[in-house]
T-cell receptor, first 113, second 115 residues
Framework: DAGITQSPRHKVTETGTPVTLRCHQT?????MYWYRQDPGHGLRLIHY???????DKGEVSDGYSVSRSKTEDFLLTLESATSSQTSVYFC????????????FGPGTRLTVT | KQEVTQIPAALSVPEGENLVLNCSFT??????LQWFRQDPGKGLTSLLL?????REQTSGRLNASLDKSSGRSTLYIAASQPGDSATYLC??????????????FGQGTILTVHP
């Protein structure tokens, strides 16, 4: 599982509240990613990081921000949660060297009411 | 824009059958293609990764092939078992520029293997 944990695993929140999801990895991987998975849309990239303090947007970044102040943690923040952000959120890491496989965390199920 | 399509969307087979899952992508300029398995309510498990220079990869009863020029990959599962029941996803990493390994996913094939 490449040592990836996500917290919380489940969360219910109200519209308009800020929410932060945490991805933690223990193997010093440089590249980290946040995806969301929705029925009918599959998995879509929200933001990614290619190093400490180095982040960039993915295809569905509106309404989300990220931070990476240390290698092991990649935080995803919903500044003001909306019902359209109800989803399952997955964090992933990418190996480097000659094998570029991506490994995924267990996911966070977020419900915005 | 890269688009990834998986056919069929769902497949139900009896135990013991050999089966093929298909994945097609619109932009052949890919760096690699990765197959995943997802069990209900769980995360994604990496099954196989094929680099763009490779034609196939094998792991146990799984064999994945890649034809980059035609934009196709297949995942072959031999002697299917009920434990193979899951959603199978393929994803491609576009080549070039600062892609940083951003994957584009297909919608998946839901496989059910019944005893």
């Amino acid at each position: 599982d490449a040592g990836i944990t996500q917290s919380p695993r489940h969360k219910v929140t109200e519209t308009g509240t800020p929410v932060t999801l945490r991805c933690h990895q223990t193997e010093n991987h440089r590249y980290m990613y946040w995806y969301r998975q929705d029925p009918g849309h599959g998995l879509r990239l929200i933001h990614y990081s290619y190093g400490v303090k180095d982040t960039d947007k993915g295809e569905v970044s509106d309404g989300y921000s990220v931070s990476r102040s240390k290698t092991e943690d990649f935080l995803l923040t919903l500044e003001s949660a909306t019902s359209s952000q109800t989803s399952v959120y997955f964090c992933a890491i990418r190996l480097t060297g000659t094998n570029y496989e991506q490994y995924f965390g267990p996911g966070t199920r977020l419900t915005v009411t | 824009k890269q688009e990834v399509t998986q056919i069929p969307a769902a497949l139900s087979v009896p135990e013991g059958e050999n089966l093929v899952l298909n994945c097609s992508f619109t932009d052949s300029a890919i760096y690699n293609l990765q197959w995943f398995r997802q069990d209900p309510g769980k995360g994604l498990t990496s099954l196989l990764l094929i680099q763009s220079s490779q034609r196939e990869q094998t792991s146990g009863r799984l064999n994945a092939s890649l034809d980059k020029s035609s934009g196709r990959s297949t995942l072959y599962i031999a002697a299917s078992q009920p434990g193979d029941s899951a959603t199978y996803l393929c994803a491609v990493w576009r080549a070039g520029g600062t892609s940083y390994g951003k994957l584009t996913f297909g919608q998946g094939t839901i496989l059910t293997v019944h005893p």
